[in-house]
């Protein structure tokens, strides 16, 4: 079992930055990739970027290629997500999520998720 914890969430103007972090509890944190993936009302949830277990891999999803950074440093079980030039429409609920073995852009892959954290863009 992983237990997972977003933070870092909150009001920032366009054009803003946060950063999000995801600590993880229990089993082997290095042994899982992990996600971050977006809801926002209305929408389905979407892909945001992951990263493999090491951390040399990564994916991003379009609409966030550029502005995104995901990262993750094992020694402290810890997952980061470097926002930069936020905009309105990255308004929603982020949640991590971590998988055993290879990394994957598909939200049904992963088997343990956070509770999620709101960021709200206002413009």
């Known amino acids: 079992q992983v237990q997972l914890l977003e933070s870092g969430g909150g009001l920032v103007q366009a054009g803003g930055s946060l950063r999000l972090s995801c600590a993880a509890s229990?089993?082997?944190?290095?042994?899982?990739?992990m996600g971050w993936f977006r809801q926002a009302p209305g929408k389905e949830r979407e892909f945001v970027a992951t990263i493999s277990t090491g951390g040399l891999s990564t994916n991003y999803a379009d609409s966030v290629k550029g502005r995104f950074t995901i990262s993750r440093d094992n020694a402290k079980n810890t997952g980061y997500l470097q926002m930069n030039s936020l905009k309105a429409e990255d308004t929603a609920v982020y949640s991590c999520?971590?998988?055993?073995?290879?990394?994957?852009?598909?939200?049904?892959?992963?088997?343990?998720w956070g509770q999620g954290t709101q960021v709200t863009v206002s413009s």
């Open positions: 999520a971590a998988k055993l073995g290879g990394s994957s852009v598909e939200a049904s892959q992963y088997n343990y």
């Open positions: 229990g089993r082997t944190f290095s042994s899982y990739a």
